[in-house]
């Protein structure tokens, strides 16, 4: 089953490879995008930022902040027979239902934001354009800011692809139990396992 998986996910990688900035940025220009910096995807109870290690690494090296003041553990996931919650990848940290990072209108870290952030509200799916929900959809996007979204949703996909095969590849399964109340986590990244006991990252 992870074999297959892995197999897919190379054969998905091999086909981003071949995808076209030029045909991608033309459907971008269609579609149309003008950022209105209203700060709503920063924003509310459904604000959820998934992030990788390397770009969590980049966000500590702009801010000087730890592990966990970057990141916390989504709360997807299940329970293992010790009552340790595992869970996989990282999401930004929130502070008052929005990213910490969203700080007096403006994001704080703008030079360093995931590529989540800096290609919404675009992204790829099996290979298609998507998009999320922004009121900024069908604004006019000059066509060099076409050609960098493109470009940037390309190195997007193939990166989350890369950190889904490390992420699989490097899992190990658990023995399912009963829910634990010590607070301690185990997430499952491209780096494989790292443990937090007691609001304290371990590893």
């Not at 000087?64 to 996989?88: A, I, M």
């Not at 604004?139 to 992420?167: C, K, N, P, T």
């Not at 301690?184 to 780096?191: A, L």
């Amino acid at each position: 089953m992870r074999e297959d998986r892995i197999a897919g996910l190379k054969e998905a990688f091999l086909a981003a490879k071949k995808l076209s900035p030029t045909k991608l940025a033309a459907r971008i220009q269609r579609i149309g995008f003008h950022c209105l910096k209203c700060g709503e995807c920063c924003r509310g109870e459904d604000n959820s930022v998934v992030v990788f290690p390397l770009e969590i690494r980049r966000i500590q090296i702009a801010t000087g902040l730890e592990w966990l003041d970057v990141v916390s553990p989504p709360n997807e996931g299940e329970w293992d027979k010790d009552g340790c919650f595992h869970t996989l990848e990282w999401r930004l940290k929130k502070e008052g239902g929005s990213c910490r990072f969203y700080q007096n209108g403006r994001c704080s870290v703008h030079r360093a934001r995931p590529m989540l952030c800096s290609t919404y509200p675009f992204y790829l799916d099996r290979s298609e354009l998507m998009c999320s929900e922004c009121r900024g959809l069908g604004g006019r996007i000059e066509s060099d800011e076409a050609d960098r979204m493109a470009e940037q949703l390309i190195m997007r996909y193939l990166f989350e692809i890369q950190e889904a095969i490390a992420l699989l590849e490097r899992y190990r399964d658990f023995e399912r139990g009963e829910a634990g109340k010590d607070g301690r986590y185990i997430v499952h990244d491209s780096e494989g396992e790292h443990r937090i006991v007691g609001g304290e990252l371990l590893g």
